[in-house]
């Protein structure tokens, strides 16, 4: 071919993207046998890949039983400050004089406050449980 003619011959072809086009394709075609030759494993039929797989379901079964323990938790934290409640109230219907309405809000602070100990206290521990899991995963 004259120089003429290959100019014209590529650039009506497009033979330099065409080679690229035809290049990708058999890429694609071809990926699966080029690509997964590699000797590392890594197949979707690894123990690797099936221990990653089956571990899905128990996490989530592992989220439920995190859910229902903690929303245990919730109700029993209400279940105590309704108690407290209760008895304030009680104590506030009995009340005969200032002195015992006194009484009776010391008494309810007490419990209120004894009550966010607790919850402080538990929040501490799942802090450090927490801080302790973040430092093993490091």
Known sequence: MGDVMKKYFFDFFGLGTMSVVAGLMFLLAHG???FGQGTNNTDSKSDAALKLRDQGPLTTEKKKKRFERRKGKVLE????????????ESCIKS??????????RNTNKKGMEALRAERREMRGKMREKREKRREGRQ
């Open 95 to 104: 009340a005969n004089s200032r002195e015992d309405l006194k009484s009776c």
């Open 77 to 88: 934290n209400i279940g105590k400050r309704r108690a407290l409640l209760n008895n304030f």
């Open 32 to 34: 699966e046998v080029v």
